[in-house]
């Protein structure tokens, strides 16, 4: 299908190329709380209290805290989300001052670039579905403006995507 002397053969395998993206630009934005899905988990073990575990799930927005098995007798520990921009994003905490700060900005970075790859994707396909209806009236011959122009966006599409991955 996507080889051989079918001129549409190319056209669907961009879709089927651009639907894959779709799914983890999908992916990317679900990591924007770091609830379930995280772009970065870090795990604590202690042997005091026997098995405690700590896991910070890092998102776009906020980061999470866990405790598993840290309950003692003089302290519960409770699970706690805290936001890069909130007040209990405590900087003192670390040994960088600017931590919540920077977190903050990679997130804000990301998430810009998350929406101009659906922007990009939205108009590739437009231009794809046009090439398709080209193809199918027979005047898709050399390249025309729309393959370039969606060449230009699939290119667009690719470096948004590396940014959010480089700025990870």
Not at 32 to 39: F, L, P, R
Not at 98 to 124: M, N, P, Q, R
């Amino acid at each position: 299908m996507c080889i051989g002397g079918n001129t549409k053969g190319p056209h669907f395998c961009n879709l089927f190329t651009l639907s894959i993206v779709v799914i983890f630009v999908i992916v990317g934005f679900a990591g924007t709380n770091g609830d379930d899905v995280a772009w970065g988990e870090t795990q604590i073990h202690f042997k005091i209290p026997d098995g405690c575990k700590v896991i910070q799930e890092w998102g776009l927005k906020k980061y999470h805290v866990r405790y598993d098995n840290c309950d003692t007798i003089l302290h519960t520990f409770q699970s706690e989300s805290i936001a890069y921009d909130g007040d209990n994003c405590d900087d003192s905490n670390t040994n960088d001052s600017h931590f919540c700060s920077k977190c903050e900005d990679t997130g804000k970075t990301i998430l810009t670039f998350l929406a101009v790859s659906i922007a990009c994707i939205v108009v590739a396909a437009l231009f794809i579905f046009m090439r398709i209806n080209d193809a199918n009236s027979g005047s898709d011959a050399g390249c025309t403006g729309k393959r370039c122009l969606a060449f230009l966006v699939l290119a667009g599409l690719t470096a948004s995507l590396i940014i959010c991955f480089a700025t990870w």
